[in-house]
Structure formats: C-alpha cells, structure tokens
C-alpha cells in the first residue's frame, strides 16, 4: 500500500523552524495499531491524519498521533494540514471534524500564511508542588485544566530560557501539557512547552498550548491580540487572538518534504 506524505514545518516561515509535523490524507480509516506505528516511524511530535468527512459536519476527518499515543488536540499540525489541503486542493478554508475538540478550520489570510480556530481552554488557579519540584524553579502562579493543561506563571523571559526539568519525573506524572510562560522582551508572550507523558519532551511550537495562553494573557494584558513567541531550540512565532469562545492563531508554513509513504 502507498499513501500520500507532506512534511510540513508549520509556525514557521523557513526550513528548519517551528514545529514539524507529517500530514497524511487517507481514502479511509486504517486501523489503530497501524496508525500508532506509522506516527512511530515518522517520528514527529505528531502525524495527522484525514479521511475525508462523510457526516456533513466538516471536509475532514482529523485524528493526531505522537509516536507513543493518538491525542485529544494539536494546534501545528492542523495548520499542516490545512495548508497542504489549500495548497493541494485551492480554496480559502478548510474545516475539520474531530472527536474530542469538535470542529476546527483552517483559513487563508489576505497578507499570507493562515489563521487556526480552536476552542478556547480556560484555566484555574490551582497549586501543583510535585510538578514545581521537577520544574526546577518556583513560578509565580500555577493554572490548570482538567484536560491536562497546566500554565506555570513565571516573572520573565530569562526564567522561561533557563528552565531544565526533570523530564522522567514529569512523564510519571501523567499526559500532562505543562506551558511555561511569562511576558516577553520582543513578543508580548513568550513560552515553553513539555509534553514528556505524551512521549515529548519539549514541544517546539505548540498551538493547543496557545489555546489556553490566549485566554490567560488577554485577560492580563486587557486586549484581545498579542504576539507570542515559543522559545523553543527551533523557535516559532504565533499571532493570537480571542473572539468569543475561539482563539485564533496565525502563522506560516513551510512543505519541507511531499512524496510517498509505503506500507
């Protein structure tokens, strides 16, 4: 069997920047354990997959896959995906049905590079000490979700830089998304993101982390857009912007590789 490719740098405007992800459209679903080990085998922080939709609801069918597990949400790699459908198929959006994060679209923006729709994570303040010990330094504030979206609140930029954690010991402590954050020097935000439960140990760009920080700094900063900045080894910028109960996140992307997956 062969199956359509695209690597895809997404929240990127060059090779070798944002965050990678492998998108694969599909005539039909395969079964589980192939999906699982194809992700394996790509080796991505996700692969997409698309069936196209036959519910009415959306064009397409999404489903994520890290290299250990299918997950509930990504943000960059239904970018990727988006593009690779506009850039394949034309038009100017591109809408999406998943299973746990309902319908997500992609759409072209005027002045280039696109803008993502994901539902709008909102957070508590909570006190989480476990994870703070194996953050390695002590934020101002911890807010969570019960999803597993957990915002660590520190002072500022240098703090999020420097940050070392004990990756085994957060993988222990579940799939947990754990989004550092504090105001930044060139951005308004600037972020880091560790995902060890989930097989990843720190994310390059992560838009469903911006799900929640989107929330969380418009209500600081009283406004509703700012820029942010992940300062990941690969880095990434995000524009983001809240309206109603959808964030928005505009960026580019990059086709780095297209070509055949064989089975």
């Keep these: 069997m062969t199956l359509p490719y695209w690597h895809v740098d997404a929240f990127a405007d060059r090779p070798f920047t944002g965050n990678q992800a492998a998108v694969m459209p599909l005539e039909q679903w395969l079964s589980d354990d192939v999906l699982l080990a194809i992700g394996e085998e ?27 597990c299918e997950i509930r949400l990504c943000g960059h790699a239904t970018l990727a995906s988006g593009h690779v459908l506009l850039e394949r198929d ?21 002045q ?3 803008e993502l ?17 194996l953050l390695g330094a002590t934020p101002l504030e911890i807010w969570r979700h019960p999803d597993g979206y957990d915002v660590f609140l520190f002072e500022n930029e240098d703090q999020i830089r420097a940050l070392a954690p004990e990756f085994r010991g957060l993988g222990l402590l579940g799939d947990h998304t754990i989004i550092c954050t504090a105001p ?22 992560t838009g469903a982390a911006h799900a929640v920080l989107t929330p969380f700094w418009t209500s600081r900063l009283d406004r509703p857009s700012f820029t942010a900045h992940q300062a990941s080894a ?29 089975l």
């Design 42 to 68: 790509n080796n991505f922080a996700e692969t997409a997959f698309v069936v196209p939709d036959t519910t009415g609801q959306a064009d397409w069918e999404l489903r994520w896959f890290t290299p250990a």
């Design 184 to 205: 930044g020097r060139e951005f308004d935000v600037v972020s880091r993101v560790f995902v060890p439960g989930a097989g990843i140990d720190e994310d390059p760009v």
């Design 112 to 114: 280039g590079g696109y």
């Design 234 to 262: 690969r880095g990434g910028n995000i524009a983001c912007r809240l309206d109603g109960d959808k964030v928005w996140l505009g960026g580019e992307c990059v086709t780095v590789v297209e070509g055949t997956f064989r």
């Design 90 to 110: 034309g038009g100017e959006r591109v809408t999406f049905r998943t299973r746990k994060a309902g319908v997500l679209e992609v759409r072209r923006l005027a």
């Design 117 to 133: 729709a994901l539902p709008v994570i909102p957070t508590e303040r909570q006190e989480w000490p476990e994870a703070v010990a």
